[in-house]
C-alpha cells in the first residue's frame, strides 16, 4: 500500500496528465502539497520504482504506468458528478418516448462518443425471449434482396442478401412465404435450426430455383441470430489523441476497428461497469476499453468506451452509471 502522500501525489499526476498530456514535474507538485522539490522527487522515484510512474524520454517528468492507472482507478479514483449540459444532452433522448431500446443505447453513446472524444461501441446481442414475428423482403435488383425481420417484441433488423443467380421474383416471394409459415413465433436463436430441419427438406417443392435462394436466406439469417449487432461512434476520434501519432500504431487500431470479430470480442460478460487498461483487454495494449452489460427486458448487450490509457476514468464511468440506470428503468 502507498503512503498518503504518495496517495495525494499519484492522484496528482495521473489526473494533471488526464489534463494536460504533458509529463508531470515535481516542481509543478510542490505548492499543491507543501513539500519540497527534493522531498517530491524522492517520493516519485520510489512510485517509480514501484512501477507505478513512468519517466519519458522527452523531459524530467513523470507519467503514469499501466500499473499506475489501475491503482488509481480502483483506490483512488471517485466518479464524477454529471454537470447539468451533460445530464439534459442524455436526458433528451431517454425522455423521448418514441424511441426503442436501440435506438435509446445507439443515441446516448453517440452522445458520450461526442462529450468525451472516445470511440462508443454497442454490441446489441438478440435475445432468446425474442420470437420471430414477420419477415419482409425488398428486392434491390435480380441479385439482391434485403430482408428485414421483426420480432413480438417490435424489434427490427435488417440484412442484406446476395444471390448468387439470377432469380425470378415469383420463387423469392414463395421462399418468403413458406419461410414465414413456418419460423413466425420461432425464438431468435431457433431460427437456423428451423431452416436446416424444416424448411429445407420441403422448399423444392414450392420454389424453383429452391438451393440457391434458400442457401442466401440461411447464410442471412445465421448470420443474424449468431452474431451481436455491432454499432461504432467516433471511431476517427482515436486521430485526436496525442498518444496515437504515430501512423503505424493508428493504422493497426483502425483496421481492429473494422474487424467484426475483433470488436464482437469487446463484449462483456460480466455484472457492473468494467475497466481494462492496456493489457488487460484484448483488443489493443495501448487503449483502455470500459465496458458494461446491459439486460432490459430481456435485450441483452454490451456499450463500451474505447479510448488511450489517458482518459477522464471518472467522468465516464459516471456518464456509463446514467446510461446504465435509464436502461435498466
Known sequence: ???????????????????????????????????????????????????????????????????????????????????GEDMLKLQTIFNNNALMLDDYITKSMEIISEMTSLTAVVLGKSSKENLISKIEVVPVNEQNLIAIVITDKGHVEHRNIVVKENVSLEDIRGTVDLINKMIIGTPIDEVSMKLEYEVKPIISKYVHQHEVLYNAFYNAFSDFTTNSNITLKGTKNILMQPEFNDTEKIRQILSKFEDKEMVSSIEEEENGINIYIGSENEFDDNVTIIKAKYDSNGEEGTIALIGPKRMEYDRVISLLNYIMKNINS
Open 1 to 83: 500500500m502507498l503512503s498518503d502522500r504518495q496517495n495525494k501525489l499519484l492522484k496528482l499526476i495521473v489526473e494533471d496528465y488526464i489534463k494536460t498530456a504533458h509529463p508531470v514535474s515535481s516542481k509543478a507538485l510542490c505548492d499543491i502539497l507543501k513539500c519540497s522539490s527534493a522531498t517530491i522527487r524522492n517520493e516519485m522515484s520510489i512510485l517509480e520504482e514501484n512501477d507505478f510512474l513512468e519517466k519519458t524520454h522527452i523531459s524530467s517528468g513523470r507519467v503514469p504506468s499501466e500499473k499506475g492507472y489501475r491503482y488509481y482507478v480502483d483506490n483512488i479514483m471517485e466518479p464524477k458528478e454529471l454537470t
